[in-house]
């Protein structure tokens, strides 16, 4: 109440000071006006007329006051306007900050390039989704806030390939419309690093675990009911080649046999492993993964029989002010210790953190042991189709500096919470749901110990159902057994699946190569559902203006508008002809990339306006 009381009382005085101000400036500026009537007073003085000395003391002041109070008035009422018009519009403003914050520890007051984490194609999805939607939305933006969605007129999505903001910074006054209505600028990932499209990424939106779940199964039990020419396709596209198939190894045990359900089910989306901030292998700004090292060379596909890894560390403080790594422990589904070690950072370590990490002074003095040795121990251990499993695995993979594609992390598929922001600790749900009680000395954690209760956790839910340990996804506390008829949950979206075409190149190229290994972390969802039908329920009306082969993929259902064009003017001309009629439209403008690739001059390129 106190700070209520003292906010008021500063506001008052605020109001009061302004209002001296004007007084003070009526007083030293009088008006022409107030100068005849100041000069006929005189003038009636001197013609004999009487005048009360008393009021022509008061009648200043009064009138001035007068003109204050008329003045503030209509500044207020000016101010009313303003914000009553403000409320009409919708406001984008952007949350990089908190990102980096939630991203990088130890952030500090100034936002830098590197502090920020990777945005992709599927946060502009996001933000659409929110706009559309609002607050039924599930997943809300994370990088920006969209204040009065309910505002939006009409969204409008240009994509011009082959421009970033290099270009932009390189070539003004090409792009003098977009530079002076646009000031806001942020990078997102390319998606050809991945081998996918914008149009791919922005219109196919992955639908809960769940309805993936039914959809597959569903699929499933039809297939021995159609007896047909392509039905050995369809099988092969599910299961892997028999080439893929990595022997079993004594060291990689797997206990497949005894799970209820797949243990693939419950492997993280690209979608979670971005939500997550797990690191990615992406060409960004932010430099902080660029000397991060794969887990392997090359990754073969995960099955039912892909054998699990349990993986945790430990961290100290060192004077590089960031946590770093000190210990790191590998667990296999026997639950047999097959790697812990020590780790001397290379930067000196100013805080143990012994009440979290166990570690000591005496323990870290005699290691030698440093983080590449880590890593490529690390690579030798695992498999190609290894899956890692962990609590909050994202941190320890960015204390080893690696990358891993196949992860199961036990924050993500237990949820006590309802909240997907709000994670449940390692202690408690060891102790909910395997009923052990681990961390309970003072010396701080056990990386070993922690490890081995992530892969009970993992190996318990295997035992019970998929929605086992999520109250997200119906489950309450002492259900165990799975309901009766989960396929009665359909979506309220048509699921469609889709097998993107693959991209022919030499097999023994390079190109090939890293594309392969950027698709195990990359993957593209069989199942979907269509952005145009989300904007169809929400009685939102769609037109793209595009080439045909996006036309064909996504345009030709749901009442969109599709129009095909082979020019930038004659997209920019079909596209101002359609905004003001649609509630969504979407183009392309592809004719720049002749001059990226060198067919048209750089001084054609400056002087040609494009927006």
């Known amino acids: 109440m106190t700070t209520k009381r003292d906010f008021r009382v500063e506001s008052k005085k605020r109001k009061a000071a302004a209002f001296l101000q004007l007084v003070k400036k009526e007083d030293e500026e009088t008006p022409p006006d107030k100068k005849n009537k100041t000069e006929e007073s005189k003038t009636n003085v001197e013609n004999g007329i009487e005048t009360s000395s008393g009021s022509s003391k008061n009648e200043k002041p009064k009138n001035f006051q007068q003109m204050a109070e008329d003045e503030l008035l209509k500044l207020r009422q000016a101010l009313r306007e303003r914000q009553k018009a403000s409320m009409e519009k919708p406001k984008v403003f952007l949350t990089l900050e908190e990102l980096a914050k939630e991203n990088t520890p130890n952030f500090g007051t100034d936002l830098k390039d590197e502090d920020i984490p990777p945005l992709f194609v599927s946060d502009v999805q996001s933000l659409i989704l929110f706009a559309v939607q609002g607050s039924a939305c599930k997943i809300k933006p994370r990088w920006c806030k969209l204040l009065r969605c309910t505002k939006v007129a009409s969204i409008v999505v240009m994509v011009m390939n082959g421009v970033s903001n290099t270009e932009l910074e390189k070539y003004p006054d090409s792009f003098s419309t977009l530079r002076s209505e646009f000031q806001t600028h942020i990078d997102i990932v390319n998606p050809s690093q991945y081998a996918k499209t914008v149009p791919t990424e922005l219109f196919c939106i992955l639908p809960p675990q769940q309805q993936r779940i039914l959809a597959k199964r569903s699929v499933e039990k039809k297939k021995p009911e159609t007896k047909n020419e392509e039905e050995p396709e369809a099988s092969k596209s599910d299961e892997p080649p028999e080439e893929s198939v990595v022997e079993e190894n004594p060291l990689h045990p797997t206990f497949h046999q005894d799970d209820a359900f797949s243990r693939t089910s419950l492997l993280l ?230 097998e993107e ?8 190229s390079q190109k090939s190569h890293i594309t ?47 129009i095909e064009s082979d020019s930038d003017k004659k997209t920019k001309s079909l596209v101002k002809s359609h905004v003001q009629f649609h509630d969504f439209v979407y183009c392309s403008f592809d004719n720049y990339l002749p001059h990226i690739n060198g067919e048209t001059t750089p001084e054609k390129v400056k002087v040609r306006p494009y927006l």
């Open 516 to 562: 392969a290994r950027q698709n195990a972390f990359f993957k593209m969802g069989k199942y979907f559902y269509s952005m145009f039908e989300v904007l169809q329920k929400y009685r939102k009306t769609a037109a793209m203006v595009t080439d045909q082969a996006t036309i064909n993929q996504f345009g030709m259902d749901n009442g969109v508008v599709a």
């Open 269 to 498: 989306s690209t979608a979670q492993l971005m939500q997550e901030k797990y690191p990615l292998p992406v060409q960004y700004s932010n430099v902080r993964t660029l000397n991060f090292k794969f887990t392997k060379e090359d990754y073969a596909p995960v099955d039912d029989k892909s054998p699990m890894f349990a993986l945790d560390c430990e961290m100290c403080l060192t004077v590089s002010r960031q946590l770093e790594l000190t210990r790191v422990s590998v667990v296999n589904e026997k639950l047999e210790t097959i790697y812990d070690t020590f780790v001397k950072p290379f930067n000196r370590i100013i805080n143990y953190l012994t009440e979290f990490s166990g570690i000591t002074k005496a323990i870290m003095d005699p290691v030698t042991t440093r983080l590449p040795d880590v890593q490529k121990k690390i690579r030798e251990l695992l498999p190609a189709n290894a899956i890692l499993c962990g609590q909050s695995l994202g941190g320890d993979l960015r204390a080893i500096k690696m990358y891993h594609p196949y992860v199961i992390d036990t924050s993500c598929i237990y949820n006590l919470s309802g909240r997907t922001s709000m994670k449940t600790g390692l202690k408690k749900l060891t102790e909910m749901f395997v009923k052990e009680i681990i961390q309970a000395g003072t010396g701080g954690h056990d990386s070993v110990e922690d490890a081995t209760a992530t892969m009970k956790l993992v190996q318990h839910k295997l035992k019970h159902h998929l929605n086992y340990g999520d109250v997200r996804m119906g489950w309450t506390v002492g259900e165990t057994k799975p309901e009766e008829n989960p396929e009665e949950k359909v979506s309220e979206f048509k699921l469609i699946k889709m």
């Open 501 to 508: 075409p693959e991209e022919i190149v030499d097999p023994d």
